[in-house]
């Protein structure tokens, strides 16, 4: 699957973990330290994801 896809659904999944996050009353520093930590965490794994996939469709 392509690199967007990967970031659309993952995104997706952030939003209900800071949705939850702020319910609960996670105070906002850890909120955003936190999600700043996993989007990047999430794109290096969609990137990985994503060429490991380019590389076996191309033999």
Known sequence: MPFAV???G???FM????W????V???QLY???GALVLIAVGALFA???SRRE???HHR
């Open 6 to 8: 990967y970031m659309i």
């Open 10 to 12: 993952f995104l997706v």
């Open 15 to 18: 939003a209900g973990v800071v």
């Open 20 to 23: 939850a996050a702020v319910v």
């Open 25 to 27: 009353g996670v105070p």
């Open 31 to 33: 909120i955003t330290f």
């Open 47 to 49: 990137f990985a994801r």
């Open 54 to 56: 380019r590389r076996h």
